[in-house]
Structures are given as C-alpha cells and as structure tokens.
T-cell receptor
Framework: NAGVTQTPKFQVLKTGQSMTLQCAQD?????MYWYRQDPGMGLRLIYY???????DKGEVPNGYNVSRLNKREFSLRLESAAPSQTSVYFC????????????FGPGTRLTVL | AQSVTQPDIHITVSEGASLELRCNYS??????LFWYVQSPGQGLQLLLK??????LVQGIKGFEAEFKRSQSSFNLRKPSVHWSDAAEYFC??????????????FGKGTHLIIQP
C-alpha cells in the first residue's frame, strides 16, 4: 500500500500561471486535507473534505480551490499563482473522527517566481 | 477557535541527555492532542496522541507526553535522546464538528538540535 501520494514533488511556476496539485490515498479514509508549511509558521490548513462530495475552507483558503474527485483523490488548484504561494504543500487523510491520526503525504515543494 | 503554542523555537540537547518539549493549547472542549515529528525534507510522522483516558501516553521511538488539563499543556519527553532524534517537532490539536474532523491546528514547531 502506498498510503498517501502527492504529485508533483517539485514545481516552479511563474506569477499568474495555474497548476493543480494531486493527492491520492489508498487507506479508504473519509477525510482529506490540504496544508501549507512555511518557515516559522508550522502547518496551516487550506481546505479539507470530511467526506466524498463535501469540501470546506480552512484557515488560509484564499487563492486556492479544491476538488474531491472521489473517495481516493483530493486535488488543490492554484488558478493564478502568486509569490506568496511559494510553500511546501502537504496532503493528509484521516478516518474522520476528531481523535484519528492524520497520515501525511511526502509534500510538494512549490516555488512561484 | 483552537490554538497551539510551542514556546521554544530551537532547543539544543546533548546526546544521551533528557528532553522536554513544551506545548500549550487553547480549546473550549476536551482536546484531541498530537505530537508529530518531521525529519528534513520529509512528511510528518505521528509520535503519539491523546484523546481520553490515561494522561500519560506512550509513543514511538521512546517518546512520551503528559496531558495536564489544569495547565493546558501536553509536553513531550524522552529520557535519553539519540542523534537521530534531531528534527522538527510539532504539537497539534484536533477539532471535531460532529460531521467530520475539521483538520488539525499546529504549533509553529520546535527545532531540536543534538550535540555530540
């Protein structure tokens, strides 16, 4: 089992370009999350999906959109990338209860020039 | 809304010495608390978690943490650190809306340096 996979691992964009970060899980989990990690800021929640067909905003949703394509896949889209979106992006999944462990993917390092 | 404070940005410990990383949280209800570790260039790995029961929880790699409701703390400890423990450590609190887990709120992390 691969657990949580993310593609791509690295990406460089120019300001204004768009891209989609992909996340897939084979853990049969209901809940999926997108976080961004910036130096000295810890991880901040961008969007989450408590179950297939639902999505909700987290702490820092501006400039992003998400799609819960099916139970396995949760994508994050940057429509018009900005330098402030330079970050490391992590996808995570959990069984859906508040006390459940979240399992993290390896991350995508994004640089916006 | 919940919040997590990790007061120490960096901590340096000699190999073989004991370790305590501090974590304070703010949350209106009973918190779900987690400690994660992140090695350089890696994702996050769960060390341990607390949601009810015994306030002293054991985790992987010889770590333990104690939940103290009166102090709103969940400090991480290890009796003897190894060079391989050098990493970034994150404390997190979980929320539960009843319809699904709402994601974790993370502290800003503590960078652990191990001296030979």
């Amino acid at each position: 089992n691969a657990g949580v996979t993310q593609t791509p691992k690295f990406q460089v964009l120019k300001t204004g370009q768009s891209m989609t970060l992909q996340c897939a899980q084979d853990m049969n989990h209901n809940s999926m999350y997108w976080y961004r990690q910036d130096p000295g800021m810890g991880l901040r929640l961008i969007y989450y999906s408590a179950s297939e067909g639902t999505t909700d905003k987290g702490e820092v949703p501006n400039g992003y959109n998400v799609s819960r394509l099916n139970k396995r896949e949760f994508s994050l889209r940057l429509e018009s990338a900005a330098p402030s979106q330079t970050s490391v992006y992590f996808c995570a999944t959990s069984g859906g209860q508040g006390w459940d462990e979240q399992f993290f993917g390896p991350g995508t390092r994004l640089t916006v020039l | 809304a919940q919040s997590v404070t990790q007061p120490d940005i960096h901590i340096t410990v000699s190999e073989g010495a004991s370790l305590e990383l501090r974590c304070n949280y703010s949350y209106g209800a009973t918190p779900y608390l987690f400690w994660y570790v992140q090695s350089p260039g890696q994702g996050l790995q769960l060390l341990l978690k607390y949601f009810s029961g015994d306030t002293l929880v054991q985790g992987i790699k010889g770590f333990e943490a104690e939940f103290k409701r009166s102090q709103s703390s969940f400090n991480l400890r290890k009796p003897s650190v190894h060079w391989s423990d050098a990493a970034e450590y994150f404390c997190a609190v979980g929320a539960w809306s009843g319809g699904g887990a709402d994601g974790l709120t993370f502290g800003k992390g503590t960078h652990l340096i191990i001296q030979p």
